[in-house]
């Protein structure tokens, strides 16, 4: 039978004028399995399949009939996931009139190989971690709490003809896309637009639905279709950085392997955004800074992009007056838990038993008078019912007094301690995070074990990353950027602090015992320690200036390196690599330059102070001797820095497809390529030097006239200084250049040193995402809830 229906249905789609791939993209039927039905190479197809393909080539009743009759009503046997087989799901919208309706735009175009494989990896990546992250916000424990959703109000949404792509004079019928958090996937398949809005209020399941969409709607994806991404959408500045190069940010920031250059030279994640290959679930729209609703609104509905927009319900109604309603897209309402709703969840959370021997639950006083206010024992419990509506609130609440022996919440019924519904919010807030860091809550649900923390300390290093990031107006708690929250000027000092002593102990500890051990000669204390105290400054100032200039003039922290060096292959360069080359080599001569007029002058000092110093010569003869050896060592550590900050670059490839993505996993590998980086560019350094120096004294002794000392350099020399120098710099360079040297000087160290934060970062921030007070969004952190933490940046603030 397949071949009799490959025909018929390349029949029908040649008649409606469709490619295969704009076919696919009005029925929601993958084109792979729409190219082996028509070859009759795939197994037969499904019902629901065969009534996708009919709905969307509008074909007769008798040619439906026909196709389903091929199709014999079996079955597939080894096909892959297909979307449900629902009548309306992703076809032409319902339209009044004989006209034919217009879906969705056209299809996917092709690619290569290698963007589908990506985009492939992408779903695998995108469904294992929102699992996780299911897994401990504790979604299907016992089970999802039931969230729904009504149509939004008319003037919130486009016109359905609109939505439904109708053509001109035709008049859509609304769709009804009301349902329960399960049927996410399909409402959206049942938008022709491919544009749907979801508001509700604080803590209404937004960011829960969010994961259930792509979750659901990866089930149902074809291999090499598009990818539905969760994009936490507050941190974008309409005004500064257009949506299409957001994305890509945000996706190789998150995807390391992304960044790696796809045929034709853009990078992955460009590819997959530009083919409608990844298709963006944008969080948080309320989220975005004061004053840039209204570019963001304007900015989307410039856009066809099909995509998911999540936000609260009072600022997209303000941005809505302002501009206009999202184009084409439909909106719907998340609505109120319900006392029923809480009575089929908040007992199936707590132990059995109460406190008095009974065979209920501690909820049972508290579910029984909200559900009959009239007649509850205690005062009217209409704060707690106006506060437990939200799945927020209901699931502090189950982990305040579900997960506790010692809490009871018909405390929560009190009316004089909580005299408002606020009162009962704010010490939901404010009890969670004790809780989950003592008791049983404590204990591992992962398998895993945690440390012990004072819980008042833990509150307040909470509460400080809250502050820092309410002050810098973003959810995205990124550890590269965590020392920002130091004044730029305490910055710059600390870099140039760092380098300083860096090479103070280099001098020190290695160059002047190999000196002396290679020349022979004593070595006398308050030398060396005059040596170490000129040579650190030789280092630091550049190395601060460099710092203040490429780095904090930018405003912006150093960006976790995610490359890895990659010999002979020139398939890994992107876009803008020789002026990346350029500017590394002009960055290099810069600050070799510095350092060389300051060697120059160090090594003055050091001379005059050496006990072998034999020289008579008057002042003017010094500073003269003094401005030739800066020119020399100008010259050799100008070349030789750019000539190495160049080859850098030149070796740099982006990492593969199968980097880890976790915040830790991110440092880790940042770790180790800024170790790798510093070790190859002392080797490279020290080597440019000694080289490089034979040439410097050739052209300096070629003009010069004599000079009261003889200017030698030899290969001995050339390695002491290179040995020096390399070692200095690449210390040096780690902190200056590198996010994990920034955060090893600022986060580990200075924050730490003033009480901000516990020397254990990396534990406090792993063992916060364990317990349920973060979440992970990609490579970074983000706190459960932006409730939760504006009330610990509030709290912070306060107690401070």
């Known amino acids: 039978m397949a071949n009799r229906f490959g025909v018929l249905l390349r029949d029908a789609r040649r008649r409606a004028g469709l490619t295969q791939d704009e076919l696919a993209a009005r029925s929601g039927v993958g084109v792979r399995t729409i190219r082996r039905l028509e070859t009759g190479s795939g197994t037969d197809p499904r019902v629901g399949t065969v009534t996708l393909l009919a709905d969307a080539l509008d074909v007769t009743p008798d040619e439906r009939r026909n196709l389903l009759a091929a199709a014999d009503g079996k079955q597939p046997r080894q096909e892959p996931p297909e979307p449900a087989p629902s009548p309306t799901a992703a076809g032409p919208a319902p339209v009044e009139g004989e006209a034919r309706s217009v879906p969705a735009p056209g299809g996917l175009p092709a690619v290569p190989p290698e963007v589908s494989e990506a985009a492939d990896h992408l779903a695998r990546v995108m469904a294992a971690r929102l699992r996780r992250a299911e897994e401990l916000r504790r979604v299907h424990d016992p089970f999802p709490l039931p969230v729904r959703w009504r149509q939004a109000p008319e003037h919130l949404a486009d016109h ?264 009962v919010e704010e010490h939901l807030l404010d009890t969670f995070v004790p809780t989950v860091y003592g008791g049983q809550a404590a204990s591992a649900r992962d398998g895993g074990t945690r440390r012990s923390w004072e819980v008042d300390r833990v509150r307040r290093w909470l509460g400080f990353l809250a502050d820092d990031l309410d002050r810098r107006g973003t959810g995205d708690l990124e550890w590269w950027r965590m020392g920002g929250s130091l004044r730029r000027s305490s910055r710059v000092l600390l870099v140039a602090a760092f380098a300083c002593v860096a090479a103070a102990l280099v001098d020190w500890l290695v160059f002047s015992p190999v000196n002396a051990l290679v020349s022979g000669t004593p070595l006398h204390g308050h030398v060396v320690l005059v040596d170490g105290l000129v040579i650190g400054p030789v280092v630091g100032v550049p190395f601060g200036l460099l710092y203040l200039l490429v780095v904090v003039r930018r405003g912006r922290m150093p960006e976790p390196t995610r490359v890895r060096v990659r010999l002979l292959d020139r398939s890994g360069r992107q876009p803008g690599f020789r002026r990346k080359v350029v500017a590394r080599f002009a960055a290099g001569v810069l600050g070799g330059v510095v350092a060389g007029v300051g060697y120059a002058l160090a090594a003055t000092v050091v001379k005059v102070l050496s006990p072998n110093w034999t020289y008579a010569v008057d002042a003017g003869v010094l500073v003269r ?176």
């Not at 920031?253 to 960044?259: E, F, N």
């Not at 005062?379 to 106006?386: D, E, F, I, K, Q």
């Not at 390695?719 to 902190?735: C, D, F, H, P």
């Open 160 to 423: 359905w003809d609109n939505i439904c792509r109708v053509p001109a004079g035709v008049t859509a019928a609304p769709l009804d896309l009301s349902g329960e958090v399960g049927d996410i996937a399909s409402a959206y398949r049942r938008v022709p637009s491919r544009r749907l809005v979801v508001l509700g209020r604080a803590g209404s399941g937004k960011t829960v639905l969010a994961l259930r969409f792509v979750l659901d709607t990866l089930a149902a994806r074809e291999p090499g279709g598009a990818v539905p991404v969760i994009f936490d959408i507050g941190s974008w500045d309409p005004t500064a950085t257009p949506l299409r190069t957001w994305l890509v940010e945000r996706l190789q920031r998150d995807q390391p392997g992304l960044a790696a250059a796809a045929p034709g030279g853009a990078t992955l994640a460009a590819v997959l955004v530009d083919t409608g290959r990844v298709l963006p679930v944008l969080d948080g729209f309320d989220e975005i800074a004061e004053g840039l609703h209204r570019p963001a609104l304007e900015t989307l509905n410039s856009l066809s992009t099909p995509l998911v927009l999540t936000s609260r319900f009072a600022e997209y109604q303000r941005a809505v007056t302002v501009v206009d309603v999202l184009t084409s897209a439909a909106v719907v309402e998340l609505t109120d838990l319900t006392p029923d709703d809480l009575a089929g969840y908040l007992p199936r959370t707590a132990r059995r038993g109460t406190a008095d021997g009974g065979s209920g639950t501690t909820w049972d006083a508290v579910l029984s008078a909200l559900r009959d206010p009239d007649n509850a024992e205690a005062s009217p419990p209409a704060n707690l019912a106006a506060v437990l509506t939200t799945p927020l609130m209901v699931g502090l609440a189950r982990t305040v007094y579900s997960d506790s022996r010692d809490r009871d919440p018909t405390d929560l019924l009190d009316a004089t301690r909580f005299p408002t519904p606020r009162a």
């Open 625 to 800: 001797v003094t401005l030739v050896d800066a020119g020399v060592y100008a010259l050799v550590f100008g070349l030789a820095c750019g000539v190495v900050l160049a080859l850098a670059a030149v070796l740099e490839a982006p990492a593969n497809l199968t980097t880890a993505t976790s915040p830790g996993d991110l440092l880790a590998a940042n770790r180790a390529t800024a170790l790798r980086l510093a070790c190859g560019l002392a080797l490279a350094l020290a080597l440019a030097i000694a080289f490089g120096g034979f040439a410097a004294i050739g052209a300096v002794q070629a003009i010069a006239d004599p000079l009261p000392w003889d200017l030698h350099w030899n290969l001995e020399t050339g390695l002491l200084l290179g040995l020096m120098g390399g070692m200095s710099a690449g210390l040096a360079y780690i902190v200056t250049f590198t996010a994990w040297g920034q955060w090893l000087l600022f986060t580990r160290f200075r924050l730490p040193l003033v009480g901000r934060l516990p020397w254990a970062v990396n534990a406090l921030l792993d063992d916060a995402y364990r317990r349920g007070v973060l979440r992970r969004s990609g490579a970074v952190y983000q706190f459960r809830h932006a409730r939760l933490q504006e009330h610990l940046a509030k709290a912070y603030r306060a107690g401070r």
